[in-house]
């Protein structure tokens, strides 16, 4: 897994249930998913870790939103496909959470490879984001580890959307930035936009942009749109961060 330290009551509306009693050093995290079965699951899967307490299920990201401030969890675990348009909900939750709860972390599951989720999850920072691949259900180490990570904070991404987003990019392709593009490269990561690169650095935001431009030269990302660059570059420093 690449990590960086620095996403069931299905048909019934408003379900929701509760356990009392977790322990403070427990990561409290709520499940999110349409599907009974696999938030079921998810659930009793996690009843296997003892660090990892479910204080809370939806069946949808409404229901999620509203019970955030009451339950206080550490951690929301959400699938991407939901209703009502079963695309990208739970990549939406996942930024509306960012600008209500800043340091509440996401953990996205999905069963599709699809860089646009991803791309989308890290658009706005990796800080406490993770995006899993369903597979990796089988796998409570795995998961659990994700979930602490994303608590604490981090990012954890699935090895498989990193190739998938990089093309195959090694995290060796670093060695090529200066100790200045590899600081702004960080800032970037974190979810700062040119500017607030800028203020931080003291830079010219034109002195960031040139920085940022010969960042994604070095790293072979010069077909895609900015947000992608940004991406792309993001998934090759965490994947550097991780080794």
């Not at 249930?17 to 709520?30: H, I, K, L, N």
Request: proline letters at 4%.
């Amino acid at each position: 897994m690449v990590r960086f330290s620095g996403v069931f009551l299905h048909g019934i509306s408003g379900a929701l249930c509760s356990w009392e009693g977790a322990r403070v050093d427990q990561v409290r995290t709520v499940v999110v998913d349409d599907s009974l079965l696999i938030r079921q699951g998810i659930v009793r899967l996690l009843d296997f870790d003892p660090g990892v307490a479910v204080v809370g299920e939806f069946d949808s990201p409404g229901q999620t939103l509203a019970a955030i401030d009451e339950l206080e969890p550490d951690v929301v675990l959400t699938d991407i496909r939901m209703p009502p348009t079963h695309t990208d909900e739970g990549v939406v939750l996942a930024n509306t959470l960012r600008e209500r709860h800043p340091r509440l972390g996401v953990l996205v599951l999905s069963q599709h490879l699809t860089p646009e989720y991803a791309i989308g999850l890290l658009g706005h920072g990796s800080e406490s984001r993770g995006y899993l691949l369903k597979d990796r259900l089988y796998d409570l180490e795995a998961l659990s580890g994700a979930l602490r990570t994303v608590a604490a904070g981090g990012c954890q991404i699935d090895p498989l959307v990193v190739e998938a987003l990089t093309g195959g990019s090694r995290a060796s392709a670093l060695d090529v930035l200066t100790p200045r593009e590899r600081e702004i490269l960080a800032d970037i990561a974190g979810g700062a936009n040119n500017q607030a690169i800028a203020d931080r650095r003291v830079l010219t935001r034109r002195a960031v942009e040139k920085h940022a431009s010969a960042i994604f030269q070095k790293l072979g990302l010069t077909e895609d749109g900015d947000a992608n660059r940004r991406v792309r570059a993001v998934l090759i420093y965490l994947a550097e961060d991780a080794g």
